[in-house]
């Protein structure tokens, strides 16, 4: 279990690492193909874009925000605690939406 922890923060930390480099090109607005935007994986201060609070990258105030959102490659982000992609239902939500 623990090599499974290690692996997926690993990926977490390629990814966001990744991400903050296309945040830096000039078209960082721009989504790169094969990429998809996760939202509440930020690290306060890592965010690629702007959000509905702010207009620049690199403004989100606290980490794990789920305004704020990084580029990753397509499909990481069902992979991490507390990533959503805009507009996918995540299992987790899906599955408290049956307790109620």
Do not use: I
Not at 6 to 28: C, D, R
Not at 66 to 76: D, F, I, K, R, S
């Amino acid at each position: 279990m623990k090599c499974k922890k290690k692996t997926a923060a690993a990926l977490f930390v390629g990814a966001v690492s990744l991400a903050s480099n296309f945040a830096s090109a000039p078209h960082a607005h721009a989504m790169e193909a094969g990429m998809e935007k996760c939202y509440g994986v930020v690290k306060a201060g890592a965010n690629d874009c702007g959000t509905d609070r702010h207009s620049c990258a690199g403004q989100a105030a606290k980490d794990g925000d789920p305004n704020e959102w990084v580029a990753v490659p397509q499909g990481l982000c069902d992979k991490l605690v507390g990533g959503k992609v805009e507009g996918k239902v995540s299992k987790a939500d899906t599955v408290h939406d049956h307790e109620h």
